[in-house]
């Protein structure tokens, strides 16, 4: 009996956790370094049409340097709907690192649409750093959270 509730409490949990999100996926990156060269590849299905928010979401280590990270997102469904940059701010005015810190790690969710209306469908989203440089280091990963916009 006690199995039985256990399995159904965490059943509620796990469904209840990926009814915040439409879509949700981080990739890692390979010495903790975003090459430019590197694009990030999210293919993604949304179920019922409407508005969503289309989040980029960056973890990074402490002693990253930059106080932003410029990127580019381009946003595609048979034909491109995003085609933008986006300047994801990593530190505030006094230099305080942005986002939720834990020991060395700092995770920071960024909105770069806050309401684009999506159809049902599979999409793709490609992110890639364009800051200039060669590579970035101290990134740990690169994601995306597409979510009901509110």
Not at 5 to 26: D, G, P
Not at 82 to 91: A, H, L, Q
Not at 93 to 107: A, Q, S
Not at 124 to 144: F, K, R, Y
Request: with cysteine; net charge negative; aromatic share 8%.
């Amino acid at each position: 009996m006690k199995k039985l509730i256990t399995l159904a409490l965490l059943s509620i949990v796990m469904s209840s956790c990926s009814a915040l999100w439409e879509y949700r996926n981080i990739h890692e990156l390979m010495d903790m370094t975003w090459s430019a060269s590197d694009k990030h590849v999210f293919d993604f299905e949304i179920k019922e049409e409407g508005n969503y928010e289309v989040i980029i979401m960056i973890r990074h280590l402490h002693g990253f340097a930059m106080q932003t990270i410029p990127v580019h997102l381009n946003l595609q469904k048979e034909g491109v709907l995003v085609d933008d940059n986006y300047e994801i701010p990593i530190r505030d005015e006094t230099g305080d690192y942005l986002g939720d810190g834990g020991g060395d790690l700092w995770d920071l969710d960024y909105t770069a649409i806050e309401s684009k209306s999506l159809a049902a469908g599979k999409h793709q989203a490609i992110i890639s750093q364009i800051s200039g440089q060669d590579e970035l280091n101290l990134i740990m990963e690169v994601g995306l959270m597409i979510k009901k916009a509110e």
